[in-house]
């Protein structure tokens, strides 16, 4: 496993667009919730690193990871939003109720992504256990929080790169 050797979360800061003048929303799972606010603090912390203001972001907290897209989706109608980042925790259990979840998320954020032409940021961590969880929560491994906001920002400024083009590829 490639996280076993490194920390994710290294990136070149100079490669990362100003972010002075977007707007983010961050929506984040109750659900495990010393996991999830440790990807919070960090994902804000890098959006102010990176220029965004404070006043610019946007946090709402939703229930579990299931209700993630729903949440991100009302935020992103009720406010001027350059990218939603969707944060979350959800650890293997003795099901496969994981994969559902998981799959059901990712799909639906996509899903929203391609529909309204704004990125929906996949910042769901998908353990097998608990360890793994707090290793990728600010922990050996990095926090995915750091790698959802840098993620949230090159997209945002693409978005505002390229704008709303009148072409359309496919659709």
Known sequence: MASALKNLSSYDEN????ATDLHF?????????????????ACFDTLVKHGAKAENITTEQVPGAFELPAGAKIIAQAEKMDAVICLGCVIKGETNHNEYIN?????ALANLSIASSKPFIFGVLTPNDE????DRSGGKHGNKGVEAATTAIRMAAMKKKYGNSKSKIGF
């Not at 490669?15 to 100003?18: E, F, L, V, Y």
């Not at 799959?103 to 799909?107: E, P």
């Not at 360890?131 to 707090?134: D, E, F, R, T, V």
């Open 15 to 18: 490669s990362i667009p100003d």
């Open 25 to 41: 929303g961050i929506v984040v799972s109750d659900w495990n919730s010393e996991i999830t606010h440790a990807l919070y603090e």
């Open 103 to 107: 799959n059901a998320v990712a799909i």
């Open 131 to 134: 360890q793994q969880a707090k």
